[in-house]
């Protein structure tokens, strides 16, 4: 089976920075999508940015200039980079990512890492 594992969570003052990781392993056959998304309490989980296998990315537009999403092929890794946080950035964020496995695609989210921003 397909896992994900995400690291880089933590607690940051306003104005710092923190960079997310999420490494996907198991049988994959191929990568297609690779997104990160945050929830709050009392609020749905939204799509923060996301990167297609050919490179093009979306962003949410309360986080265009500040953070910046990458991925690295090689060992099927996706990065957050978040700079210039403000406390509206605290929540748990959480890797998704769309595999194929055999000839099936499924959707993996990984565990969830928790992101404190204090003012």
């Known amino acids: 089976q397909v896992q994900l594992v995400e690291s880089g969570g933590g607690l940051v003052q306003a104005g710092g920075s923190l960079r997310l990781s999420c490494a996907a392993s198991?049988?994959?056959?191929?990568?297609?999508?690779m997104a990160w998304y945050r929830q709050v309490p009392g609020k749905q989980r939204e799509l923060v940015a996301a990167?297609?296998?050919?490179?093009?990315?979306n962003y949410a537009d309360s986080v265009k200039g500040r953070f910046t999403i990458s991925r690295t092929n090689a060992n099927n890794t996706v990065y957050l980079e978040m700079n210039s946080l403000n406390p509206e950035d605290t929540a748990v964020y959480y890797c998704?990512?769309?595999?194929?496995?055999?000839?099936?695609?499924?959707?993996?989210w990984g565990q969830g890492t928790l992101v404190t921003v204090s003012s």
């Open positions: 198991g049988s994959i056959f191929s990568i297609n999508h």
């Open positions: 990167i297609t296998s050919g490179g093009p990315t």
């Open positions: 998704n990512v769309y595999v194929r496995v055999a000839a099936e695609l499924l959707e993996v």
